[in-house]
């Protein structure tokens, strides 16, 4: 099993509608959970991070943890064409290690 | 306040060569991160220094390791090049580590082995 699953993809969704992102983890003794984006040919950059159990939201971002069901999501409200990159969950782990999904790939098709 | 530099941005090197690599933080910050990005593995650890120490480390050979100065800035260097090595490689840095703490990535070296 691998410490760090994200819904597989290519995601494609029209313009102004809702991305659904999600991502499980293994590791019950995570703490951290972060979302960052990468455009392709760049580097990733961080979208959110969220701690605590619950919904976190800044702006058309949404986070969602659920520790119990070992579960993060991002929402991404009105998408925009912008908006298509590789999302990637990482989450930091007992061991103090950052580890990422592989990622998904969200369109947003104008 | 200027972002994380990694030089340099591109390299080609052939088999059986050695590369070093390297990664000035944030001000301030003292945790670096090095990662190894591939379209097969995706992006992968491969380890963590604060305050001039080694404080985690991923699975990856021998042949990668790594240095930290006092002013915070990093080095990583691979020997013996593979063909596999070719990778972008990502440095993160925070202010404390990645635990309970934000990692800004670098725009990252792409090494081409040949």
């Known amino acids: 099993q691998k410490e760090v699953e994200q819904n597989s993809g290519p995601l494609s969704v029209p313009e102004g509608a809702i991305a659904s992102l999600n991502c499980t983890y293994s590791d019950r003794g995570s703490q951290s959970f972060f979302w960052y984006r990468q455009y392709s040919g760049k580097s990733p950059e961080l979208i959110m991070f969220?701690?605590?159990?619950g919904d976190k939201e800044d702006g058309r971002f949404t986070a969602q943890l659920n520790k119990a069901s070992q579960y993060v999501s991002l929402l991404i409200r009105d998408s925009q064409p912008s908006d298509s990159a590789t999302y990637l969950c990482a989450v930091v782990n007992s061991g103090s290690r950052l580890t990422f999904g592989e990622g998904t790939q969200l369109t947003v098709n104008p | 306040k200027a972002g994380v530099t990694q030089t340099p941005r591109y390299l080609i090197k052939t088999r059986g060569q050695q590369v070093t690599l390297s990664c000035s933080p944030i001000?301030?910050?003292?945790?670096v991160s090095w990662y190894q990005q591939t379209p097969g593995q995706g992006l992968q650890f491969l380890f963590e220094y604060f305050s001039e120490t080694q404080r985690n480390k991923g699975n990856f050979p021998g042949r990668f390791s790594g240095r930290q100065f006092s002013n915070s800035r990093s080095e990583m260097n691979v020997s013996t090049l593979e063909l596999g090595d070719s990778a972008l490689y990502l440095c993160a840095s925070s202010l404390a580590g990645p635990q309970g703490d934000t990692q800004y990535f670098g725009p990252g070296t792409r090494l081409t082995v040949l």
């Open positions: 001000s301030g910050h003292r945790s």
């Open positions: 969220i701690y605590s159990n």
